[in-house]
T-cell receptor, first 114, second 111 residues
Framework: DAGVIQSPRHEVTEMGQEVTLRCKPI?????LFWYRQTMMRGLELLIY????????DSGMPEDRFSAKMPNASFSTLKIQPSEPRDSAVYFC????????????FGQGTRLTVV | RKEVEQDPGPFNVPEGATVAFNCTYS??????FFWYRQDCRKEPKLLMS???SGNEDGRFTAQLNRASQYISLLIRDSKLSDSATYLC????????????FGQGTELSVKP
């Protein structure tokens, strides 16, 4: 398996533009997580899905952020409009069933909003 | 209060030293626990799971104290290659398997 695949790896955009981050989880995994990492705040959980259904989006910072999981093999995180304070590394992770099952991370998308 | 709190870093230690990281969690419904390792500008990766009875993997020992809601990681005979950030993770099963990460503790092992 190729692991969790995120795209793009790097994104530089201007303030006010729409940004879409993509994630393909590991096949067979039924949980998908989106995290944001900054030096100041560490790794923050934004939203997670079980069986394509959003379970908890309380970590989504503002209405400018939205996430979807239309099927088991694809998820998007969208920021519209983007702001400089959204600059961070965004990680997607997936996990299979079972209490002790580990989560596997993608390589992340480094977002810079100028 | 953060749901998962770790010792602030960085920890700067010489090769061969023993170093311990601590972590506390606030949600008593937390049911699975992990330590992840993150190298600079890379994704976090599982170091080891933490079991109630404590567990060891080579130079690494993890302990869990459910009564005190406390997790620890001990690294013996530290190597230069152990330099990384160590993240404490709790999973809350009755919240759909919510995975919460601590801020991380940076370890720097010097020659």
């Amino acid at each position: 398996d190729a692991g969790v695949i995120q795209s793009p790896r790097h994104e530089v955009t201007e303030m006010g533009q729409e940004v879409t981050l993509r994630c393909k989880p590991i096949s067979g995994h039924n949980s998908l997580f989106w995290y944001r990492q900054t030096m100041m705040r560490g790794l923050e959980l934004l939203i997670y899905f079980n069986n394509n259904v959003p379970i908890d989006d309380s970590g989504m910072p503002e209405d400018r952020f939205s996430a979807k999981m239309p099927n088991a093999s694809f998820s998007t995180l969208k920021i519209q409009p983007s702001e400089p304070r959204d600059s961070a590394v965004y990680f997607c992770a997936s996990r299979g069933t079972g209490m002790g099952t580990e989560a596997f991370f993608g390589q992340g998308t480094r977002l810079t909003v100028v | 209060r953060k749901e998962v709190e770790q010792d602030p870093g960085p920890f700067n230690v010489p090769e061969g030293a023993t170093v311990a990281f601590n972590c506390t969690y606030s949600n008593s419904a937390s049911q699975s626990f992990f330590w992840y390792r993150q190298d600079c500008r890379k994704e976090p990766k599982l170091l080891m799971s933490v079991y109630s009875s404590g567990n060891e993997d080579g130079r690494f020992t993890a302990q869990l104290n459910r009564a005190s809601q406390y997790i620890s990681l001990l690294i013996r005979d530290s190597k230069l290659s152990d330099s990384a950030t160590y993240l404490c993770v709790v999973m809350i099963y009755n919240q759909g398997g919510k995975l919460i990460f601590g801020q991380g503790t940076e370890l720097s092992v010097k020659p």
